[in-house]
């Protein structure tokens, strides 16, 4: 019952920086929790980063400490702060707000 559109995603060097965003919409609920996953060629779809509706984050260890999730209530937008990135982080990132998904920003990291 809700779209979510990610955006920010691109080519970066290693050790570069990348914030992606996701916008929700279509919902008449308040936004609880919302999560980042992100799919890599020939793996399965992996937690990355959440974020709860009292503000309360939870990151993967690969991602833990160079990886921040955030969100702007007034703009129904998450985000996902990403830095020191490398070449294993390359894969497409997905916004997920209980069972809906967006369409999935592509992030890849050049060695």
């Known amino acids: 019952q809700v779209q979510l559109v990610e955006s920010g995603g691109g080519l970066v060097q290693t050790g570069g920086s990348l914030r992606l965003s996701c916008a929700a919409s279509?919902?008449?609920?308040?936004?609880?929790?919302m999560a980042w996953y992100r799919q890599a060629p020939g793996k399965q779809r992996e937690f990355i980063a959440r974020i709860t509706g009292t503000g309360r984050t939870y990151y993967a260890e690969s991602v833990e400490g160079r990886f921040t999730i955030s969100r702007d209530n007034a703009k129904s937008t998450v985000y996902l702060q990403m830095s020191g990135l490398k070449p294993e982080d390359t894969a497409v990132y997905y916004c997920?707000?209980?069972?809906?998904w967006g369409q999935g920003t592509q992030v890849t990291v050049s060695s």
């Open positions: 279509g919902s008449r609920s308040s936004i609880n929790a």
């Open positions: 997920n707000l209980d069972v809906d």
